[in-house]
């Protein structure tokens, strides 16, 4: 039985196949909708950009492919860990430990699953860590594509490619065994039914108490349908349900607050006790000279700058819960073939994401700081409690309780037209989308005592109760329940975002190398937000429930791209393109933000491609600029019940640009030899606020200048085993990423570059597979994300061993 690795189902719509597959006949047994190709073991198709059976070579835009044999050699089993072999992709900063929340050239990510809603990275709350257990391979899109994927990011589509069920009987069983008491089960099973219905069912049970005691508990079960109902038209019924517990890590290690500009622009190794002078007014906290010089001998060389590493431990407090996430997601998909060249693909989806946790997600080690003209102004101050110095204290604390729920509907239908005109073949796509996402969400505060809220009397009307930590090395942690501390209610809403649009594609392949893709759309994205009503200790404004407030935004996107191709080997391309997004899905809407145009994103790319050896060699490099436009920030001259009515609060044309070059390869140079290389140069810039000088045009957090990876397999046969061993090698570096923060006084806070390798031993056989992976070979330490003012320890040294069998 022929089949075809099928890739965006849910773009079958579009997935017109050749000229010379549509002269095939209707074999039901065949999947003749495939966006996703390996020639010579190397990918060379997709359906990502333009939602057709392209060539990579031919598409005029940024794609780049991972295939599930690269997934399976590097034993990944979610996306974080994936991101290595994609230039481009890196991890935000400001994360929290919460979720993926990737971003794609410094700019948001838009996640799918076979081109349907997987979730966004909606305020580090609605955002899962995507298992790869029913993924077979992951494409990356860079920039906008509207009109094809609906309400979507800026920075591009990450897609994720699910298994399908197939005809033919195939069963796997999967174990794997690791470090920190980590072991998973694993189960593969599809076949025919009927001669018309198949099935596929993938399971998962996984354990893990992770490194620095950073667990990760997770059951998932899919199970699918394919009913081929004649030889024109089939149905696919898909079922996905995933709940998993993760441990959040918001903070990692801080960064101590030490201010070298009010010390002199002196460095923490280069200050002493007499550079720490009180203030001269005597305001802030006033240190005696012996307090002083201990405050003096607790500076480390690389505080204010980089992270206060402190080993395995962490500022996890026992009060956190886990990210208990549930998942659950119905899709159905409709592919009937009106003719040989015309088709349509509808597909329906309902997803629901319920979640829920407590983290910390303030602790601040104030150590030294003139902040507007004051010296240690409490409480942003080294801790001083009974004439005491505790310099390693941690100030400001905050826990949140977060109980929050997202129900999204999703619908697409693509009609397509392949042609011939005038001697050129001919693609036409028209598409009509509509979606809408339901979110409730609940967050409950409890504070330290330098949360101190007063009404209008000036009269203390809350204090914080949560004990001080007096050392972050060895935390004192509070005892007790969550709600022993006097819980306040800090937000409490329902938000509606819902949006429809249309579009029309065109893409013509002409004889002298040309091809040409011209995309236009139109969009209405709709936001809604109903206010409950918070503590009024919080905030006495927002203590009773308000009206629900409706602001909505329409216009026109579009997608121009042109590839030459002036021999076989080589092509180059050109894209520009722009996008539409909400705003902020997660903001308020009040009634003097009707009809506000919502963010925009542009993306111009030039491209070159070639491929080498027989077409085993596949390479892009890529020099791009992206950007989101049309961002919200303060008006200077508003201020709240006083100005005029005429008097806006926000302005909304500010931006985030990315500018650089990527490059990305993938080789099988022979039956040995396999390489894959990615890298990028990137500057991100945050361009919000022209009235801020201090962070306009600033780098944007998280975001590296370089970032660079390489996985390179070796196969060989001995002759006393009767199949060949593959060892493989993978480096990958990530270039210095700031954590600056002005107001918080360390403008020049950054977490470092590094780099690791990995490494994986494996034998396969006709039954079954044995492999051995290596992770971070030389130990070495290092921070893989840059967090809210400090930096997520890297896991050190590991291993995991995986084994799977055919039954």
């Given at each position: 039985?022929?089949t075809f690795?099928l890739?965006l189902?849910t773009l079958?719509c579009l997935?017109?196949?050749?000229?010379q597959?549509?002269e095939?006949?209707?074999?039901p047994?065949?999947?003749?909708?495939?966006?996703y190709?390996?020639?010579?073991?190397v990918?060379m198709?997709?359906?990502?950009?333009?939602?057709?059976?392209?060539?990579?070579m031919?598409?005029p835009a940024?794609?780049?492919v991972?295939?599930?044999?690269?997934?399976?050699?590097?034993?990944?089993?979610?996306l974080q860990?994936?991101?290595r072999?994609i230039?481009?992709v890196?991890q935000?900063?400001?994360?929290?430990?919460?979720?993926?929340n990737?971003v794609?050239?410094g700019?948001?990510?838009?996640?799918t699953?076979?081109?349907m809603?997987g979730?966004a990275?909606?305020?580090?709350?609605?955002?899962?860590?995507?298992s790869?257990?029913?993924?077979?391979s992951?494409e990356?899109?860079k920039g906008?594509?509207?009109?094809l994927?609906?309400?979507g990011?800026?920075?591009?589509?990450?897609n994720?490619i699910e298994k399908?069920?197939?005809?033919e009987?195939?069963?796997?069983?999967h174990?794997?065994?690791?470090?920190w008491?980590?072991y998973?089960?694993?189960?593969?099973?599809?076949n025919?039914?009927t001669d018309?219905?198949?099935?596929r069912?993938?399971?998962?049970?996984?354990?893990?108490?992770?490194f620095?005691?950073l667990n990760?508990?997770r059951?998932e079960a899919?199970?699918?349908?394919?009913?081929?109902?004649d030889?024109?038209?089939?149905?696919?019924?898909?079922?996905?349900y995933?709940?998993?517990?993760?441990?959040?890590?918001?903070?990692g290690?801080?960064i101590?607050?030490?201010?070298?500009?009010?010390v002199?622009?002196?460095?923490?190794?280069q200050?002493?006790?007499?550079?720490?002078?009180n203030?001269?007014?005597?305001?802030?906290?006033q240190?005696?000279d012996?307090?002083?010089?201990?405050?003096?001998?607790?500076?480390?060389?690389?505080d204010g700058?980089?992270?206060y590493s402190?080993?395995h431990?962490?500022l996890?407090?026992?009060?956190?819960?886990?990210?208990?996430?549930?998942?659950?997601?119905?899709?159905l998909?409709h592919t009937?073939?009106?003719?040989?060249n015309?088709?349509?693909n509808?597909?329906?989806?309902?997803?629901d994401?319920d979640?829920?946790f407590?983290?910390?997600t303030g602790?601040?080690?104030?150590?030294?700081w003139?902040?507007r003209g004051?010296?240690?102004?409490?409480p942003r101050a080294?801790?001083v409690?009974?004439g005491?110095?505790?310099?390693f204290?941690?100030?400001?604390q905050?826990?949140?309780?977060?109980?929050a729920?997202?129900?999204?509907?999703?619908?697409f239908a693509?009609?397509?037209?392949?042609?011939?005109?005038?001697?050129?073949n001919?693609?036409l796509?028209?598409n009509?989308n509509?979606?809408?996402?339901?979110?409730?969400?609940k967050?409950?505060?409890?504070?330290?005592?330098?949360?101190?809220?007063?009404?209008?009397?000036g009269d203390?009307?809350y204090r914080?109760?949560l004990?001080?930590i007096?050392?972050?090395r060895s935390?004192?942690w509070a005892?007790?329940?969550?709600?022993?501390?006097?819980?306040l209610?800090?937000?409490?809403?329902?938000?509606?975002?819902?949006a429809?649009?249309?579009?029309?594609?065109?893409?013509?392949?002409?004889?002298?190398g040309?091809?040409t893709?011209?995309?236009?759309?139109f969009?209405e994205i709709?936001q809604?937000?109903?206010?409950?009503g918070?503590?009024?200790r919080?905030?006495a404004?927002?203590?009773?429930?308000?009206?629900?407030q409706?602001?909505?935004?329409?216009g026109?996107?579009y997608?121009?791209g042109?590839?030459y191709m002036?021999?076989?080997?080589?092509?180059?391309?050109?894209n520009h393109?722009?996008g539409?997004?909400?705003?902020?899905i997660?903001?308020?809407?009040s009634?003097t933000?009707?009809?506000?145009?919502?963010?925009?994103s542009?993306s111009?790319?030039?491209?070159?491609?070639f491929?080498a050896?027989?077409?085993?060699?596949?390479?892009?490099?890529?020099?791009?600029?992206?950007?989101r436009?049309?961002?919200?920030y303060?008006?200077p001259?508003?201020d709240?019940?006083?100005?005029?009515a005429?008097?806006?609060?926000?302005?909304?044309d500010?931006?985030?640009?990315?500018?650089?070059?990527?490059?990305?390869?993938?080789?099988?140079?022979?039956?040995?030899?396999?390489?894959?290389?990615?890298?990028?140069?990137q500057?991100?810039?945050d361009?919000?606020?022209?009235?801020?000088?201090?962070t306009?045009?600033s780098r944007?957090?998280?975001v590296?200048?370089?970032s660079?990876?390489?996985?390179?397999?070796y196969?060989?046969?001995?002759?006393?085993?009767?199949?060949p061993?593959?060892?493989s090698?993978?480096?990958?570096y990530?270039?210095?990423?700031?954590?600056?923060s002005t107001?918080f006084?360390i403008?020049d806070?950054?977490v470092p570059?590094?780099?690791?390798?990995?490494s994986?031993l494996?034998?396969v056989t006709?039954?079954w597979?044995?492999?051995?992976n290596?992770?971070?070979?030389f130990?070495?330490?290092y921070?893989s994300?840059?967090?809210?003012?400090?930096?997520?320890?890297?896991e050190e040294?590991?291993?995991?061993l995986s084994?799977?069998m055919s039954?």
């Open positions: 039985m022929q690795n890739s189902v079958a997935v017109a196949t050749t000229a597959a549509n095939q006949s209707h074999d047994s065949v999947e003749r909708i495939s966006v190709g390996k020639q010579n073991d990918v198709n997709s359906g990502l950009a333009t939602k057709s059976n392209m060539s990579l031919a598409t940024a794609v780049v991972i295939d599930e044999a690269m997934i399976k050699a590097q034993g990944v089993n979610n860990n994936l991101v072999n230039s481009g890196t935000a900063g400001n994360n929290y430990g919460i979720g993926d990737l794609v050239r700019l948001g990510a838009n996640y699953y076979d081109g809603y979730g990275g909606l305020g580090n709350t609605f955002n899962p860590t995507r790869l257990t029913n993924v077979e992951v990356v899109l906008p594509a509207t009109g994927y609906g309400m990011s800026a920075g591009g589509v990450i994720l399908k069920p197939q005809f009987q195939h069963n796997t069983m174990i794997e065994l690791g470090q008491q980590s998973a089960m694993g189960l593969d099973s599809t025919a039914i018309q219905l198949a099935y069912f993938v399971a998962k049970h996984e354990r893990s108490e992770g620095r005691d990760n508990d059951d899919y199970l699918s349908f394919r009913y081929l109902v030889d024109n038209q089939d149905l696919t019924l898909a079922t996905a995933i709940k998993d517990s993760i441990a959040v890590d918001s903070i290690h801080p101590r607050i030490y201010n070298a500009e009010s002199g622009n002196k460095s923490a190794a200050a002493t006790w007499q550079d720490l002078i203030d001269p007014n005597g305001e802030g906290i240190l005696t012996e307090q002083r010089q201990r405050l003096a001998t607790s500076l480390a060389d690389n700058l980089t992270p402190f080993g431990a962490g996890i407090s026992p009060m956190a819960s886990d990210n208990q996430g549930e998942e659950l997601r119905v899709k998909t009937l073939y009106l003719t040989d015309l088709f349509l509808q597909q329906l989806q309902y997803r994401y979640t829920g407590a983290r910390q602790a601040y080690n104030y150590v030294y003139d902040r004051t010296i240690n102004a409490d080294p801790l409690l009974d005491q110095l505790y310099p204290a941690a100030r400001r905050e826990y949140r309780k977060v109980s729920d997202e129900r999204s509907w999703q619908y693509d009609l397509r037209y392949d042609f011939n005109l005038a001697d050129i001919q693609e796509l028209v009509a509509y979606e809408d996402r339901d979110i409730r969400f967050q409950y505060s409890i504070y330290d005592a330098d949360k101190v809220i007063k009404n209008k009397q203390v009307i914080g109760t004990p001080y007096f050392d972050i935390p004192n005892q007790g329940r969550f709600e022993d501390y006097d819980p209610n800090t937000a409490n809403y329902n938000k509606t975002v819902s429809w649009g249309t579009g029309v594609q065109h893409v013509a392949y002409f004889d002298n040309f091809t893709r011209v995309g236009v759309a969009n709709k809604s937000y109903e206010h409950f918070v503590d009024a919080y905030r404004s927002a203590a009773q429930p308000t009206p629900e409706n602001t909505a935004d329409m026109a996107t997608n121009l042109v590839t002036p021999t076989d080997n080589l092509s180059v391309f050109i393109a722009k539409r997004t909400a705003y902020g997660l903001d308020s809407v009634g933000e009707q009809d506000r145009d919502d963010s925009e542009l111009n790319d030039i491209g070159l491609r491929k050896f027989d077409d085993q060699l596949l390479a892009s490099v890529v020099i791009f600029e992206s950007a436009t049309n961002l919200q303060n008006n001259e508003y709240e019940a006083v100005s005029a005429d008097v806006p609060r926000y302005f909304y500010g931006k985030e640009q990315t500018k650089g070059v990527e490059l990305d390869l993938n080789a099988h140079l022979n039956d040995n030899w396999k390489l894959n290389v990615n890298a990028i140069y500057d991100a810039r361009k919000t606020n022209p009235n801020n000088e201090t306009y045009n944007q957090k998280g590296p200048y370089i660079a990876g390489t996985w390179l397999s196969a060989h046969h001995w002759a006393a085993l009767a199949h061993i593959e060892l090698l993978g480096a990958n990530v270039d210095k990423r700031s954590t600056h107001s006084g403008p806070g950054y570059s590094y780099t690791v390798f990995d994986a494996s034998y006709d039954s597979t044995l492999q051995l290596l992770n971070n070979l130990n070495k330490k921070y994300k840059a967090m809210f003012l400090g930096g997520m320890p890297g040294r590991n291993v995991k084994f799977s039954l």
